[in-house]
């Protein structure tokens, strides 16, 4: 039985999705992600050390299931913050018996690449 990644021609390795949903504090973080939040936010809502947050953050992003966007503050001095970038996952069993995951990417993510929240 081969692995296989289907959705857009853009897409991160099966095992890469199947490691970050596997990590607890991978799922916590996708949880906490409502709206879109800094990695300070993050970290508070989820009682995370910072440093444990970024790498996690970074996992999520390879896998293709979080997404940084970026505002502006007053100061004009970027702000990125992050947000999760799809609605569903399924994973099955395509002809042939082949393992595949569908990722369904959320239609509201282009809503928050233009996030310019003042502070």
């Known amino acids: 039985m081969s692995l296989e990644f ?3 021609d853009d897409v991160p390795a099966f095992e890469c999705v199947i490691a970050a949903l596997d990590d607890g504090a991978c799922r916590e973080i996708v949880a906490v992600l409502e709206e879109p939040m800094t990695v300070h936010e993050i970290a508070e809502a989820t ?3 910072l440093s444990t947050t970024y790498r996690k953050l970074d996992s999520l992003s ?6 940084e966007v ?3 503050r007053k100061e004009r001095h970027r702000k990125s913050r992050y947000v999760a970038s799809f609605e569903r996952i399924s994973i099955g069993l395509a002809d042939g018996n082949e393992l595949h995951a569908d990722v369904d990417r959320s239609t509201e993510l282009g809503l ?3 996030v310019t929240k003042e502070f």
């Open 6 to 8: 289907s959705s857009s």
């Open 47 to 49: 009682d995370r050390p």
């Open 62 to 67: 390879e896998a293709g299931l979080v997404a």
């Open 70 to 72: 970026v505002g502006v």
């Open 112 to 114: 928050w690449s233009n």
